[in-house]
């Protein structure tokens, strides 16, 4: 009934000349909520399929299918494996992590080490500061000098600009670090 109102209403306005917004005469109350999200300022995270396939030409194992979970939208590679295994018998390894809450954009890239063998540490931090580099670029950015210094120095560290963020930390267990390269789009 409401929405025989609302369109005999913009028929009258409509009969009068008066000016309307066609939302307020669609009669479809979801109209609203489903309202295109703005665009992301890196152009690869606004095609999600492109983006899993270019993290997957890296190298370090393909990305699998975007899908949506309780929280939003995500999507992980394969662990690669760096190194011998420790003595609890795990190598260090690497994994893509990508999520957004939007279906048809990624918001964060993250590139995860796991340091599973801390006499290889040194091995697994140069293969992370590669990779981390590599995914810059692929991602078509260009490699802030702060980031790379960081990278190299094994160090935490924020960078921002106009257009993304990027983020290199780590959780300094002693006993299993793991270290964070996360990219996040604007």
Known sequence: M????????????????????????????????????????????????????????????SVRPWRRDAVGWLASSDYFEIGKAGSKGLKNNLAYYLD???????????????????????????????????????LGLLIPPPIKEALEAGRERKYEEDRFMVTITTDNDPQLPSWRFVVESK
């Open 2 to 61: 409401q929405t025989l109102i609302k369109v005999l209403f913009c028929l009258v306005i409509l009969a009068w000349g008066g000016i309307f917004v066609a939302e307020n005469c669609s009669g479809d109350s979801s109209s609203k909520s489903s309202q295109k999200t703005a665009l992301k300022a890196v152009p690869i995270f606004n095609k999600v399929d492109e983006l899993r396939n270019t993290l997957s030409d890296i190298g370090i194992g």
């Open 100 to 138: 957004s809450e939007q279906e048809h954009q990624v918001n964060t890239v993250k590139l995860k080490l796991n340091i599973n063998n801390l006499a290889e540490r040194e091995l697994a931090l140069a293969a992370f500061a590669e990779i981390s580099q590599i995914t810059l670029n692929h």
